[in-house]
């Protein structure tokens, strides 16, 4: 059974930084995708940072330059380091996982980021 593990969030104050780790256990499928999305209050779920097998990244607008999505390969881990975080980036962060040949989302909990002074 595919379990997407994150860690990291909490308190951070405006200008801090933080970082966000997410790690696929229970399957030996191949993984073509990992992302992160985020969802504040009432707002829908958007997309953060995605990084693809070839190693390629994909930022939203709104966190270019202030986030860096990263991969280990051989844990299956991805991270998401966020600078500068103000109030509008608190969120739910979720860890998003996509397989080689498999259409299915797979999804994380979620981890809360709230930027508060």
């Known amino acids: 059974q595919v379990n997407l593990v994150e860690s990291g969030g909490g308190l951070v104050q405006p200008g801090g930084s933080q970082v966000l780790s997410c790690t696929v256990a229970g399957t030996s499928q191949a993984i073509y995708k990992m992302a992160w999305y985020r969802q504040a209050s009432g707002e829908e ?18 966190m270019k330059g202030r986030v860096i999505i990263s991969r280990t390969t051989p844990s299956k881990t991805a991270y998401l380091q966020m600078n500068n975080l103000q109030p509008e980036d608190t969120a739910v962060y979720y860890c998003n996982v ?18 508060s002074s």
Do not use: C, Q
């Open 45 to 62: 779920r958007e997309l953060v940072a995605h990084i693809i097998s070839d190693g390629a990244r994909t930022y939203a607008d709104s």
């Open 98 to 115: 996509r397989f080689g040949g498999n259409p299915m989302d797979y999804w994380g909990k979620g981890t809360l980021v709230t930027v």
